[in-house]
């Protein structure tokens, strides 16, 4: 019986259907390979990871609506499509992304406790469902997003499987964790200030927020958060971050605005040439809020040093306009009102108005402060966005290709830190605010980031980094990404706690 190595995980036979400590490392583009040849069933797929989820997910808490039986009907249906993932186990994180008739809860003990389900499919549950994926849960977030941990009081904290006392970052944390620890090869996010690429630092995973519209939010939005909602997943390879975007990308109709066409499929970025690039590096986050750890300043530091050796043209970049004002004098009033508005759209949904006790105490805090929020100011502080927004997207036209960043300013956090209770909740907005102080830039300017896992601490932790290239290019990026995958192979390393 001969092997071969397969990119995502180890290798493959070609004769026999490898064991599942073997199955569950690689990643989707092999599974569905294996699908293809007939060394596996879609079935078989699902099983192993239902088997997985249930002997691991009672210490890692990341999925909170098990869809085990109706995964199983799907896999071993005539009518599950022939796409490129025919069989592949899913996991969809519970804000966004509704899967008609299943709980979807977004973190909140209000709709847990009222069984609301959504109605429809979402635009880019169809798509993943015409790929060939098959759902088998929905995984956990903090309530309605709004924190880079995964702690909601609903469902309780979801754990890191590299240190379980640790953070998986939010608000794709649970999706993150699942990925992390095998029990899926790919797990859907979204990202509205960081929450793909966050998670993705913390649990060592590769984390592409698209540029702007390259996904749909349809049909129920066409804005979420004001311009700042990306959709996509997290993965362990960059060929599965590309391929998956190759399966769900597009606009649908009646979206607001679309993305720029890519030249040709993402998936044959992978392994094409980047060329030499101009990359600047900066470590101070915007504004120089917050001291940055030294783990996040040396991954930094390591990556550059790896482009560099890879013949880029790497150099420190000031980048100025990050340091701008007007992030931060707009941020406490837009996201205030957003705050308020998705409590009255929960209310509207559930026909019952959402109180103050029915919130976690910062998520109810801010609520109240928006709804003083006049359309006006709304108006202005988005207007002092893109004002900002253009300033910064002004240095991908003269001066980089790509900058290079650290994804979070520390490593994955204890629980507990930022916990919805742990402080005032005036003081957890502070805290959330450094953690999405690389990231949520590039959610305004709507331009790609993806997160790599390129580094470890002394601990063992993983610490991401985050490369930006212009609006529209995830072509570059995804060359990049896959040069310094191979150059610096992540595959092989699973966290202390995993299949």
Same mark, same amino acid.
């Given at each position: ?79 599950? @499509? ?6 592949? #186990?899913?996991?969809?994180?519970? /804000? %966004?992304?509704? *899967?008609?008739? &299943?709980? =979807? ?113 349809? @049909? ?6 004001? #311009?700042?909602?990306?959709?996509? /997943? %997290?993965?362990? *390879?960059?060929? &599965?971050? =590309? ?257």
């Amino acid at each position: 019986m001969t092997q071969h190595q397969a990119p995502g995980g180890g290798p493959i036979a070609s004769g026999a259907q490898p064991p599942d400590d073997e199955l569950a490392w690689l990643d989707a583009t092999a599974q569905a390979e294996l699908v293809r040849r007939g060394v596996v069933s879609p079935t078989e797929l699902v099983e192993a990871a239902i088997a997985r989820i249930e002997r691991l997910d009672g210490k890692l808490n990341a999925v909170i609506t098990p869809l085990f039986e109706k995964a199983r009907a799907a896999a071993g249906s005539a009518t599950l @499509p022939d796409g490129p993932f025919r069989g592949v #186990p899913l996991l969809l994180k519970d /804000v %966004l992304c509704h *899967s008609a008739g &299943d709980p =979807a809860h977004s973190g909140m003990r209000a709709l847990r406790d009222r069984g609301w389900r959504a109605p429809e499919d979402a635009t880019l549950t169809r798509r993943f469902l015409a790929a060939g994926f098959v759902i088998c849960g929905r995984t956990n977030v903090p309530e309605l997003a709004t924190s880079v941990t995964t702690e909601p009081l609903a469902y309780g904290p979801t754990r890191n499987p590299w240190d379980l006392t640790r953070s998986t970052g939010g608000s794709s944390g649970g999706s993150a964790a699942a990925v992390a620890a095998g029990l899926v090869p790919v797990a859907h996010g979204n990202d509205m200030a960081g929450s793909i690429r966050i998670p993705a630092s913390a649990c060592g995973l590769v984390g592409l927020k698209p540029t702007r519209a390259r996904t749909s939010l349809g @049909p129920e939005f066409g804005e979420y958060w004001g #311009p700042g909602t990306h959709e996509h /997943v %997290l993965t362990r *390879s960059v060929r &599965d971050t =590309a391929a998956v975007l190759d399966a769900t990308a597009g606009m649908a109709t009646g979206d607001p605005y679309t993305a720029p066409a890519p030249a040709r499929p993402y998936r044959e970025e992978v392994g094409a040439d980047p060329g030499v690039l101009r990359i600047g590096f900066r470590t101070a986050p915007p504004g120089a809020t917050a001291p940055v750890h030294a783990d996040c300043v040396a991954a930094v530091e390591h990556t550059a040093r790896l482009l560099d050796g890879l013949g880029h043209r790497v150099a420190p970049e000031a980048a100025p306009a990050l340091d701008s004002p007007g992030l931060f004098e707009a941020l406490p009033t837009l996201f205030a009102a957003i705050l308020a508005w998705e409590v009255a759209y929960w209310s509207q949904r559930i026909g019952a108005p959402l109180e103050p006790g029915d919130l976690e105490p910062m998520n109810a805090a801010l609520a109240e402060a928006g709804r003083s929020v006049t359309a006006a100011q709304w108006l202005s502080g988005v207007q002092m966005w893109q004002r900002w927004g253009r300033e910064v997207a002004a240095l991908w036209e003269n001066d980089v290709d790509v900058l290079l960043t650290p994804t979070l300013a520390t490593p994955p956090l204890p629980l507990g830190h930022l916990a919805p209770t742990a402080q005032e909740p005036m003081e957890l907005v502070a805290g959330v605010a450094q953690g999405i102080a690389f990231t949520l830039p590039f959610n305004l300017t709507g331009q790609p980031a993806v997160s790599l896992p390129l580094y470890r601490n002394a601990e063992g932790l993983p610490i991401g980094v985050q490369l930006v290239a212009a609006y529209g290019r995830e072509d570059v990026l995804l060359r990049l990404a896959a040069q310094l995958e191979a150059a610096a192979p992540w595959a092989g390393e699973r966290p202390p706690f995993s299949a």
